[in-house]
């Protein structure tokens, strides 16, 4: 479920453009109007507003956000007003061959996502940015990580909540098999099951696991894999079983300890505000004993903050 909130009476996407317009003149931005405008529109209104705005003003409106914002703030609005299979695709480009790489999140952009999902992504950025994600993924990255990523997105899986318990018996066999049973690691057995088999029928592999070795799968990747290979393998397993708690936990240990990862904390808040988020909330207040918009508060400031608390909600 959602978190976005928008008006109840639609709203009128030229008049949007023009109290952009208006907001982004003068001397500094009213980021307050700006934020509310933006922050209370869907994807498919937020299209029309771009439409609109370059229409009248003969402008791309993320140029002049661009130019009006600044700091996270920026980064977190430019990345919003883009439709979701965009936004992917330019979090995935920046993280493979942005100035600094994050392979952790290019990994969680392409294990958290549906097959249909990676369909549309492998377009919009090959589109986007004229060349095939394979091939930036094969430029940075190696080994069993490279493998998996590369499969991942390549063959298409199921999406449906069935499963077939002795299949998911079968796999569950193999994979201790490849890992806990043998000395050393079949990598392979593990990138094959986790790769071909749907989020449901990973859920169930897992279950099954844990019932025949009286041990979690995710106690047994840990143990026999490390590193990007295993937080792939970690985030295809968990977002199979819950998605929710999988991006509660990614949210918590962007603001835990000294100092907040705010890179990792816009890429979960703009890509799950219009999917999940209010699960996602649900899973951190019943986890962390703590609502999510109360540690986003002690963890940003500014306009950044009313941006961020805006796409989240209010907790219910």
Known sequence: MASLTVPPVPTWPRQDAIDLHRAFKGFGC????????????????RALIQQEYRAIFNQDLSRRIASELSGHHKRAMLLWILDPASRDATILKQALTGDVTDLRAATEVICSRTPSQLQ????????????????????????????????????PRYEG???DPSLAALDARELHKAGERRLGTDERAFIRVFSERGWAHMAAVARAYHHMYARPLEAAVKGETSGNFGFGLLTILRCAESPARYFAKILHKAMQGLGTSDSTLIRVVVTRAEVDMQYIKAEY??????????????????????????????DR
């Open 30 to 45: 009213d980021s307050t109007t700006v934020i509310n405008i933006l922050a209370h529109r869907d994807a498919t209104q």
């Open 161 to 163: 909540p069935e499963a």
């Open 120 to 155: 549309i992504l492998r377009q919009t950025y090959r589109a986007r940015f004229g060349c095939y994600v394979e091939h930036d993924v094969t430029e940075r990255t190696s080994g069993d990580h490279q493998r998996l990523l590369l499969s991942y997105l390549a063959i």
């Open 285 to 314: 207040h019943k986890t962390y004993k703590r609502s999510l918009a109360d540690a986003i508060h002690s963890e940003t400031s500014g306009h950044y903050r009313t941006f961020l608390l805006s796409l989240v909600g209010r």
